[in-house]
């Protein structure tokens, strides 16, 4: 049989106290307890331990030794529970998330900000991408959850409404469209338009709102990366359809924003996470300041706004 780690801690405490009665009382145990457990220790391994006599305890040459080692295992016990408890109560850990880049640079930088004055032993590993491999992220448990457009049903994956994102139409500084406060996607139709590439969430949205006005015509040129589409604007070479919390990645360059209309067009964001899992705790964590963020309705880009219901 194995020397137990009751029986290691009692003998730990016996050996510093120099005796049972200030042990038992450290230890909140009776003596005959106490002394019992040093008792199986001993003859779990074979050799004397303590000398005792009616006053005191004294440690024989094998109890020095099995002090020393019974030391560092109580300990390393004690500092591993500590940490594991850290990390139950979200206080240690990774949070995981994969998210688009809009996500990423500007909706999510000042939670993350908050969270980590919190929760400081906490890191956190942003993964950026596309909806389809934020998506896949997410199943294959790489990220703990993602925070992305809604994309195909999967019965993988449970959807959590977030926020919602308004298309705005970018323009060149001085083009004449730019003089009115609001434009229809007839309007954008009229002139060269400025893609997202394919693969992106955007411009699904962007082809199906000019699909519903009957203007189906190929982009004049387009880009994967949305500050590229910018600098594109900025130069005069056409005009473009984005989400509000895209428009701080732009940049500097010489454009301007106006409401979009007929029809209408926002994405939803959502957090995703994989069905039936049980999320780590600090990924839970971060998720339920995520929520208290929506619920109290804190701060997002205009033309971004908190799904409350």
Do not use: C
């Not at 699904?204 to 709102?209: E, I, K, M, N």
Request: a neutral charge; proline letters at 6%; glycine letters at 8%.
């Amino acid at each position: 049989m194995d020397a137990t780690l009751r029986q290691l801690a009692a003998y730990v405490a016996v050996a510093k106290s120099a005796g049972f009665t200030a042990a038992a009382a450290q230890l909140h145990l009776s003596q005959s307890t106490l002394s019992r457990a040093v008792a199986d220790l001993e003859r779990v391994l074979g050799v004397r331990l303590l000398e005792r006599d009616t006053r005191n305890v004294q440690l024989t040459a094998a109890g020095v030794e099995t002090l020393r080692v019974a030391e560092q295992i109580v300990d390393a016990h004690r500092s591993g529970m500590k940490e594991l408890r850290r990390y139950l109560l979200g206080e240690s850990g990774v949070v995981a998330m994969a998210t688009l880049p809009s996500v990423a640079a500007v909706l999510l930088p000042g939670l993350i900000s908050a969270f980590r004055r919190e929760r400081p032993e906490v890191s956190v590993r942003i993964m950026d991408g596309l909806e389809r491999a934020v998506l896949g992220r997410v199943l294959s448990g790489d990220a703990d959850f993602a925070v992305t457009t809604v994309g195909a049903a999967s019965d993988r994956l449970e959807h959590r409404p977030l926020i919602r994102d308004r298309f705005r139409a970018v323009l060149p500084e001085g083009h004449p469209l730019a003089e009115r406060d609001e434009l229809t996607w007839e309007d954008l139709a009229t002139e060269p338009f400025l893609a997202v590439g394919p693969e992106s969430s955007v411009r699904r949205l962007t082809d199906a709102a000019f699909a519903q006005v009957g203007a189906g015509a190929a982009p004049a040129a387009e880009a994967s990366n949305v500050a590229t589409v910018g600098g594109l604007v900025a130069a005069g070479l056409g005009v473009s359809a984005l989400p509000a919390l895209v428009l701080p990645l732009l940049g500097p360059g010489r454009v301007v924003h106006r409401e979009l209309v007929a029809p209408v067009v926002e994405r939803r964001l959502d957090v995703v996470v994989r069905a039936r899992r049980t999320l780590p705790p600090a990924a839970a964590a971060f998720l339920d300041l995520l929520q208290e963020a929506r619920t109290e309705g804190r701060d997002v880009p205009p033309g971004a706004s908190w799904i409350t219901r």
